[in-house]
T-cell receptor, first 111, second 114 residues
Framework: DAGVTQSPTHLIKTRGQHVTLRCSPISGHKSVSWYQQVLGQGPQFIFQYYEKEERGRGNFPDRFSARQFPNYSSELNVNALLLGDSALYLC??????????FGSGTRLTVV | GQQVMQIPQYQHVQEGEDFTTYCNSSTTLSNIQWYKQRPGGHPVFLIQLVKSGEVKKQKRLTFQFGEAKKNSSLHITATQTTDVGTYFCAGFILSGGSNYKLTFGKGTLLTVNP
């Protein structure tokens, strides 16, 4: 079985641009969560989606948005990129409140 | 706000020495999870503790959940170079309404000198 897959693996964007990150959860997992991880820090919660509905939002500006599709895959969108948005973006899927399975992440660099 | 705190931030040991990392929450947790992230990798789920006072072992790793369900620890006996990485604890914190978010501590980076 495939694990959580994320694309792209690496991305370089210019300040002010927009980016879309994609995630496919483990088959059967209906919950997808997005995290931002800056070097040396723990993952910071951005969004959680369950059955295509937003179930939680972290302390991130409105430039960050997400959605979940009928096949449970998900997209994270970030508008008007800032240098401070440079980070590893992690997607995780889960069954309820059990352990999360993370993808390998998308390394975003904003220049 | 509600958060999960971890100490120490860094720990360097000689191979064969023991290692412990501690996790504390400002609120009672329904469960506590532990993850390991190798350098350049992504967090990998290790274990979940649910019951007050619970102790679980995975080979050389021992996980404990406090009686008040506000603290937890991970102890590694006789560290090996393969134990290198950052260990995170995480707990579900109320995120608004009846929704919960899995909140991570800042992690403890373990380095092992062979």
């Amino acid at each position: 079985d495939a694990g959580v897959t994320q694309s792209p693996t690496h991305l370089i964007k210019t300040r002010g641009q927009h980016v879309t990150l994609r995630c496919s959860p483990i088959s059967g997992h209906k919950s997808v969560s997005w995290y931002q991880q800056v070097l040396g820090q723990g993952p910071q919660f951005i969004f959680q989606y369950y059955e295509k509905e937003e179930r939680g939002r972290g302390n991130f500006p409105d430039r960050f948005s997400a959605r979940q599709f009928p096949n449970y895959s998900s997209e994270l969108n970030v508008n008007a990129l800032l240098l401070g948005d440079s980070a590893l973006y992690l997607c995780a899927s889960s069954l309820g409140m059990g352990g999360y399975t993370f993808g390998s992440g998308t390394r975003l660099t904003v220049v | 706000g509600q958060q999960v705190m971890q100490i120490p931030q860094y720990q360097h040991v000689q191979e064969g020495e023991d290692f412990t990392t501690y996790c504390n929450s400002s609120t009672t947790l329904s469960n506590i999870q532990w993850y390991k992230q190798r350098p350049g990798g992504h967090p990998v789920f290790l274990i979940q503790l649910v019951k007050s006072g619970e102790v679980k072992k995975q080979k050389r790793l021992t996980f404990q959940f406090g009686e008040a369900k506000k603290n937890s620890s991970l102890h590694i006996t006789a560290t090996q170079t393969t134990d290198v990485g950052t260990y995170f604890c995480a707990g579900f914190i109320l995120s608004g309404g009846s929704n919960y978010k899995l909140t991570f501590g800042k992690g403890t980076l373990l380095t092992v000198n062979p």
